[in-house]
């Protein structure tokens, strides 16, 4: 009967601390896999945040670039400036002058309507984002606006806490 004891006594002493080191592995695992969920969570948060940003700016760039007024010509179109940067907004920069009176002498008055914005792909400092809009010329009293679909390619960037566009294309 000794013989049988023996093993049945170690077998009883190894339950223990097997049972302790499975554990702490399983509790470690959990944490591991915790922190793994936390971080990704967090990416995705940052990343529709950056999205949010980048379509807003992409937006109210649209919105700038398309929403003009002869009474207000100067002011929109520092508004336009003031929210591009690059060489995009060293062009517009170049023109700024014979827009102003165009729309002057025209007596041009548009608004529009962003209908849609979608973030086509973007990093941590710039996104391309695709922009649908409808813009109405004329008289807001008139019956003949001709309303007009647009879409445009908007390339924004991050400059410090700003974000402006960088290149504006109608597709």
């Known amino acids: 009967a000794t013989g049988r004891a023996a093993p049945v006594r170690y077998v009883r002493r190894m339950v223990r601390p097997v049972a302790a080191v499975l554990g702490a592995a399983a509790v470690l695992g959990l944490l591991g ?33 398309m929403a003009i007024n002869y009474n207000t010509a100067q002011a929109d179109v520092q508004r336009v400036l003031d929210s591009a940067t690059g060489r995009f907004k060293e062009d517009f920069e170049s023109t700024s002058k014979d827009l102003v009176k ?9 608004e529009v309507d962003v209908k849609s914005v979608a973030v086509q792909s973007m990093t941590n400092e710039s996104a391309v984002v695709l922009v649908s809009a409808v813009s ?12 007009r679909t ?22």
Do not use: C
């Open 136 to 147: 109405q010329r004329g008289d807001p009293k008139a019956t003949d606006r001709d309303p």
């Open 33 to 65: 896999i915790s922190t793994y969920i936390l971080r990704s969570h967090r990416a995705v948060e940052a990343d529709r945040q950056h999205a949010a940003q980048y379509s807003a700016a992409a937006r109210q760039g649209v919105v700038n670039m």
């Open 102 to 110: 165009a729309l002057q002498e025209g007596k041009i008055l548009t």
């Open 150 to 171: 647009w879409r445009a390619v908007v390339t924004v960037n991050r400059e410090g806490d700003q974000i402006k566009v960088s290149n504006l294309e109608f597709v």
